[in-house]
Each structure stands twice: as structure tokens, then as C-alpha cells.
């Protein structure tokens, strides 16, 4: 369970495998880097009961002489995810958690996280809140780049390059990131 900031609350997280666990450590120095998604009790249960039905499986299965992927079945009897923006309440979160010494050597745990809301980017963007917050990313970094104030060789991941220009970027485009410091 995690406590997310401005009014979020406490959601459960699910490890997740993603490309930071591999890249944050090439650029920064740690001991550990997981990735987590907090999908919420819902979507949890759900993905529980289509597991134990077996409707997770990747691996086809023959239905009246045709082979189909029972994970596929579900998806494709889904609603298309871009249509349910306007449908969408609330906010999402993208955070940073660290924990380890500060420079003072005291044990320290600062959150770095960036809140979208979900009316907001529809009404500015006409897109949902984690669709935005996915996007903005390479359009901030296409920028920095453009003006020169991120430089680099070859494949960076956005580790590479100092933060502080980017979070700025985010201000710009009216979706400022926050900092809280966390009871270590």
C-alpha cells in the first residue's frame, strides 16, 4: 500500500516489469530499483478472476474448430481504451520513491511525483489523464534536446540527463511535479 499525494490516498501496488529497473542503475548510482503500478482493488480482482479462469493465457485453445488466445478473446471484447476518456474521473500518479542517506547521513525517503488530472487533460488535451502524462515525456525531452539543453551520444534514457530542466517543462505545460519528504 502506498499513500499517494494531493487527495489520491492509499492504493495497493503491483510489481510491474519496465525498462527503469534495467536503465535508472546504468545512470544512478542505487541498490535497488523495482517499478510498481497501483491499478486499484478493482482492476486487481479483476485481473485475479481472469487468472484463475485462465482468461490470462497467452497460449491458444481450440473453440469450435478455431484457435484463439483466451487473453485476446478478453481484449477484444473490451472497449477501445482511447474512447473512455471522457467517461474517466480522478487523477493519476508517476512517482519517484527514494529512500537511503541524505547528505547529512540521517536515514531519508523523498517522494517526486507528478499528478494529472484527468478532467484537466481532457478539457486542454482532449486526451485521459495517463495517456497525457505517458506523452508529455518525449515531447519535453524532444524539446530539451532541440534547444540544446539536454546533449548526448547514442541511446539515453532520460537518467542520463540532469532533471531539472525537464521538471521545469512540466511547469510550463501547466503540470508542475512535487516533492514530498516522507518519514524515513
Not at 56 to 83: C, F, H, L, Q, Y
Request: charged share 20%; aromatic share 8%.
Amino acid at each position: 500500500m502506498f499513500d499517494f499525494p494531493e487527495g489520491i490516498g492509499p492504493v495497493e501496488c503491483v510489481n510491474v516489469e519496465h525498462e527503469e529497473v534495467l536503465l535508472v542503475p546504468r545512470f544512478i548510482e542505487c541498490k535497488r530499483v523495482t517499478f510498481k503500478y497501483g491499478p486499484g482493488d478493482e482492476f486487481i480482482d479483476v485481473l485475479k478472476t481472469l487468472h484463475s479462469l485462465g482468461l490470462d493465457s497467452k497460449e491458444a485453445v481450440n473453440v469450435k474448430g478455431v484457435a484463439v488466445a483466451p487473453r485476446d478473446v478478453v481484449a477484444a471484447s473490451r472497449p477501445n481504451p482511447a474512447t473512455l476518456g471522457d467517461r474517466m474521473t480522478g487523477k493519476t500518479c508517476a512517482g519517484t520513491l527514494v529512500t537511503g542517506r541524505g547528505k547529512d547521513g540521517a536515514p531519508r525517503k523523498t517522494y517526486l511525483y507528478h499528478v494529472v488530472d484527468n478532467g484537466w487533460s481532457m478539457r486542454e488535451y482532449g486526451s485521459q489523464a495517463v495517456v497525457w502524462q505517458t506523452a508529455i515525456n518525449p515531447v519535453i525531452a524532444l524539446e530539451l534536446l532541440a534547444s540544446g539543453e539536454w546533449k548526448g551520444t547514442g541511446v539515453l534514457g532520460p537518467e542520463a540527463f540532469p532533471p531539472q530542466p525537464f521538471l521545469d517543462k512540466l511547469a510550463e505545460y501547466g503540470a508542475p511535479h512535487g516533492v514530498l519528504e516522507l518519514t524515513a
